[in-house]
Nanobody, 127 residues
Framework: QVQLVESGGGLVQAGASLRLSCVAS????????MGWFRQAPGKEREFVGG????????DYTESVKGRFSISWDNAKNTYYLQMTSLKPEDTALYLC????????????????????WGRGTQVTVSS
């Protein structure tokens, strides 16, 4: 079992930056790949970015490439989503997710591939 808690969301103006955190607890000694998703009201949950268990690979949805980046602090069991040049269309509830994997290099893009989820942190970008 892994528990995930997100933080760092808020209300910002377009062009601003935010860094979201996802603290993992529980069986974090196992091999887990991580992902960030977002969900806006009335819309489906959308893949934002993910990182492989070995940390060597990341992948992002096209709309955030060059603006968002994922990193991992092993000592703190914390994943980060650094968001820059935020746009109003980035407004959503941001959730982190984890899944156990034997493939150290794989990044998972589908929400159905993840077993553990946090409750999310709200990001609102005003124009």
């Amino acid at each position: 079992q892994v528990q995930l808690v997100e933080s760092g969301g808020g209300l910002v103006q377009a062009g601003a930056s935010l860094r979201l955190s996802c603290v993992a607890s529980g069986r974090t000694s196992s091999s887990y790949a991580m992902g960030w998703f977002r969900q806006a009201p009335g819309k489906e949950r959308e893949f934002v970015g993910g990182i492989s268990w070995n940390g060597d690979n990341t992948d992002y949805t096209e709309s955030v490439k060059g603006r968002f980046s994922i990193s991992w602090d092993n000592a703190k069991n914390t994943y980060y989503l650094q968001m820059t040049s935020l746009k109003p269309e980035d407004t959503a509830l941001y959730l982190c997710a984890a899944r156990h994997t034997y493939n150290g290099a794989n990044v998972y893009r589908r929400s159905s591939e993840y077993l553990y989820w946090g409750r999310g942190t709200q990001v609102t970008v005003s124009s």
